[in-house]
């Protein structure tokens, strides 16, 4: 297996200012690794694709015209704690109900108020999940591992030539890696990577500045690939009209913890897509 960079070079790499929200939080993540110790050996067996995570997304795609991935997140950089006190498992069971193809979970604690802790919580509901982090180290993927994680987040713009390093060592552990992409210019570290789960990110991490990315470009590339439309959906047409475009999936954080009836917005997303 290919040997992972030093975490820090990862971070002090990334050309950002320190100012900028994901530098801020990656100088984090960076402190927390003292926390979680050597990372322990894998206990699963290598992961043979396509897995659960990927599975449930196609299902949904092919049967539905669309897969949602439903997130608990209680804050953000940009946004400070906006969802604190909801409940993990109250809010889940309403995203099962609306029909959620899957789960993702925030672990990030500093900026984002996640947890490991809310990942295997989770595990009781019987969705795949993707543990949603920035993994700049071997440890972070022990950490999702042992969470009991489906799918983990590997972000292109912070892992850019080691994204195919960490794919490998994240399948060495049973975990199926979704490569995030923000622009054009970073799908050679998917491709590298041999990405099955494309995710492209309409904000902007540096700035947390929206945009509008389409699917076609990506189709080109990724003609296999699930392709997941994340962040700057507000309401279920927003949703429904990016699954329309050409991507298969949709992950949705923000806005379905702000509804007051959030297996409503679900349902209105999935309403009439077929």
Do not use: W
Request: charged residues 20%; neutral net charge.
């Amino acid at each position: 297996m290919s040997a992972l960079p030093d975490p820090a070079s990862l971070v002090h790499g990334t050309g950002l200012g320190a100012r900028s929200h994901l530098q801020r939080v990656l100088v984090s993540e960076l402190a927390r690794l003292a926390t979680l110790g050597a990372p322990s050996a894998p206990s699963r067996a290598l992961l043979i694709e396509p897995g659960p995570f990927e599975a449930a997304l196609r299902r949904d795609a092919r049967e539905r015209g669309g897969a949602v991935i439903a997130e608990f997140k209680q804050a953000s950089p940009s946004l400070g704690p906006f969802a604190m006190g909801t409940p993990l498992l109250a809010q889940l069971r309403a995203y099962l109900e609306g029909g959620a193809a899957a789960f993702s979970i925030l672990a990030e604690p500093a900026y984002f108020m996640g947890s490991v802790e809310h990942l295997k919580a989770a595990a009781e509901l019987k969705r795949p999940r993707l543990y949603k982090g920035f993994v700049i180290a071997e440890a972070q993927l022990a950490e999702a591992e042992a969470g009991g994680a489906e799918a983990v987040l590997l972000i292109a713009r912070v892992l850019k030539e080691h994204t195919a390093a960490f794919a490998e060592a994240a399948r060495a552990r049973g975990l199926e890696p979704l490569v995030e992409l923000h622009d054009m210019t970073e799908v050679g570290f998917a491709q590298a990577a041999d990405a099955r789960l494309v995710g492209i990110n309409a904000r902007d991490l540096s700035t947390f500045n929206l945009g509008v990315p389409t699917a076609a470009p990506l189709r080109r590339v990724f003609p296999e690939a699930v392709l997941i439309r994340e962040s700057g959906l507000a309401t279920p047409e927003d949703a429904r009209a990016a699954l329309r475009a050409g991507f298969d999936a949709v992950l949705i954080g923000e806005a379905l913890m702000r509804s007051p009836d959030p297996r409503d917005f679900l349902s209105r997303i999935l309403a009439g897509l077929r």
